[in-house]
C-alpha cells in the first residue's frame, strides 16, 4: 500500500483516510488522535478524541470537562483498531503523556512522532525507537547550528548565578506544560532544596505532575510573596511574563529564558535575557538525524521547522524526504499568547 494512501496532509492536520481519523488536526474534526498536550497539537472542539490518559487530563485542565464530544485513553504498547488500520502509541520524551503514533495499514508502518527528544528527561518517559517504513518528524531544531548539549549544565549555570547574585530575584522563562517541571526537577536533582516559586499560570499544571508522582519538592505561589523575600529565590514564569511589568515585584531581577532558542544569542539579545539556557523538549541536530537513521526508514516526511535542511540531509543519505508542508505547528515557547491566567497572576 502506498504511503499517501494511509496518511495524507490536508488543511486539518494529518489525515488518515482508511482509519477515519486525524492526527494532531488544527480544526475540529470527528475522531482526533492527539499526541501531546501542547496548544498547538492538541485542541478542543473535537467529536472524538483519543490519547493517553495524561494528555487527555491536560487538555481538560486546558480547556475544561467539555472539550471533546468523548474520550478514549490509550497506553504506550497499546494497539487498538480504528477502521482499517491499526493504531499503536510509543513514548515521544517530550512532555509527559507525550506519544508517537504507528499507523499500520496491511504491512505498511508509518510514525507520525509528534514532537520529540532524544535526550534525557526526568520528568516523561524515554523516546523509544520504533522500526518503521515511513517516519514522520519535526524539524523544530532542524540546522546543524542547533545543538542543546547537556541540561544539567545549564542549570548549574542558573545556579552558579543565583549564588553569585544572592540580594537579586532569577526569573526563569519556561513553557508552562512540560518545560517548567523538567527545569524545576534539574534544579533538585542538582542539589537545589529551597522552594522553587511559581507564577500562577504554572500551578496548575505543575500540580498535575506532581499528583502523577513527579516528586518537584517544596513549591509556593509567588502572588503574595514580599518583594525582599524574593531575594536570592528562583521563580519560575511562562516566556510572555519576564518582559512584563510582572516582574516589577521582584528585587532586581535576573531574567533566564530556558529554550533551545537560547543557542541563538541574538534571540537571547533580542528579548532582553541576561541568561540564556539551552534546554529543549525538542530533538537537536544530532538527535533527529540519529533517529531518522536507526528508524530504518526509507522514507522521511519533514513537519514545522526548518524542514529543507533536514530533507536535504535525508537525501544525501539515500533517504526519500519530502516537507509535508502542514501549517499550524510551531514552537509553543514562540508563538502561544499569553492565556487570561498569566494576564492576572
Ligand atoms: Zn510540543
Known amino acids: 500500500m502506498r504511503p499517501q ?83 499503536k502509541f510509543h513514548p515521544a520524551g517530550h512532555v509527559l503523556g507525550s506519544a508517537q503514533v504507528a499507523v499500520t495499514c496491511k504491512d505498511t508502518c508509518i510514525v507520525a512522532s509528534g514532537d520529540y527528544k532524544d535526550a534525557p528527561d526526568p520528568t ?33 549555570k542558573l545556579l552558579a ?44 499544571i505543575t500540580e498535575y505532575y506532581q499528583s502523577c508522582g513527579i516528586d518537584l519538592g517544596e513549591l509556593r505561589p509567588v502572588k503574595g510573596a514580599k518583594k525582599a523575600a524574593l531575594a536570592g529565590t528562583i521563580t519560575l514564569a511562562p516566556p510572555s511574563a519576564t518582559s512584563d511589568l510582572w516582574t516589577r515585584r521582584f528585587p532586581d531581577p535576573v531574567t533566564a529564558f530556558a529554550s533551545g532558542w537560547m543557542r541563538v544569542r541574538a534571540r537571547a539579545r533580542q528579548r532582553g535575557i541576561e541568561l540564556p539556557l539551552v534546554i529543549s523538549d525538542h530533538a537537536d541536530w544530532d538527535g533527529l538525524t540519529a533517529t531518522i537513521a536507526a528508524t530504518g526508514a526509507g522514507e522521511i516526511w519533514v513537519t514545522h521547522g526548518q524542514e529543507d535542511a533536514l530533507v536535504h540531509w535525508c537525501q544525501s543519505e539515500g533517504l526519500q524526504a519530502r516537507p509535508l508542508d502542514l501549517v499550524g505547528y510551531g514552537d509553543e515557547e514562540e508563538s502561544e499568547a499569553p492565556t487570561s491566567d498569566e494576564a492576572e497572576a
Open 124 to 156: 516523561c518517559t524515554p523516546f523509544e525507537l520504533v522500526q518503521c517504513d515511513v517516519f514522520i518528524t519535526e524539524a523544530t531544531f532542524g540546522l546543524p547550528v542547533f545543538r542543546h548539549g547537556d541540561a544539567a549544565d545549564e542549570v548549574n
Open 161 to 204: 548565578s543565583v549564588a553569585l547574585f544572592p540580594e537579586r530575584a532569577h526569573l526563569v522563562g519556561a513553557y508552562s506544560l512540560g518545560k517548567a517541571q523538567r527545569v524545576i526537577k534539574l534544579l533538585r536533582q542538582a542539589g537545589y532544596a529551597a522552594p522553587v516559586y511559581l507564577h500562577g499560570a504554572m500551578e496548575k
Open 5 to 87: 494512501d494511509i496518511l495524507l496532509p490536508v488543511a486539518s492536520g494529518l489525515c488518515c483516510k482508511p482509519g477515519g481519523f486525524h492526527i494532531d488536526p488544527v480544526r475540529p474534526v470527528e475522531r482526533a488522535v492527539i499526541t501531546h498536550g501542547h496548544s498547538d497539537h492538541a485542541r478542543p472542539g473535537h467529536g472524538a478524541v483519543l490519547a493517553t490518559q495524561e494528555t487527555l487530563d491536560m487538555m481538560r485542565l486546558r480547556y475544561g470537562e467539555n472539550f471533546a464530544g468523548s474520550t478514549q485513553a490509550i497506553r504506550y504498547g497499546e494497539e487498538i483498531r480504528l477502521g482499517d488500520v491499526s493504531v
